[in-house]
């Protein structure tokens, strides 16, 4: 059993409002659930994309790695990231990570 956040009455666990005083119920923070397998893979290109990039150029360093530190933030925020996003990974900073990234339905 939970209780009214508004009027402090005894609610049902599976209750959506209060039926004392209407306030809806609080909501549970959801869990943040575990970054796919695809998703941590696709991290691990990332990072070696921006590896690769720094020993040809150093100018692609200006968009790898803030590309590899947002895709890594979201991931670990469960946010999930555009299509678009997705594909200048791949055209930008490593294929097989843009690939990775497209194919993973956890993502979107």
Do not use: H
Request: with cysteine; glycine share 8%.
């Amino acid at each position: 059993m939970k209780y009214c956040r508004n009027c402090g009455a005894l609610m049902d666990d599976k209750a959506v409002v209060c039926v004392k005083c209407g306030c809806a119920a609080e909501n549970e923070p959801s869990q943040k659930k575990a970054p796919s397998t695809l998703s941590t893979v696709a991290k691990v290109f990332m990072v070696l994309g921006c590896i690769a990039g720094a020993f040809c150029f150093l100018i692609p360093l200006c968009w790898t790695i803030p590309m590899t530190v947002s895709y890594s933030n979201a991931v670990k925020n469960g946010k999930s990231v555009s299509i678009g996003f997705k594909i200048c990974a791949l055209l930008f900073v490593n294929i097989i990570a843009g690939i990775l990234m497209l194919c993973d339905k956890d993502g979107e």
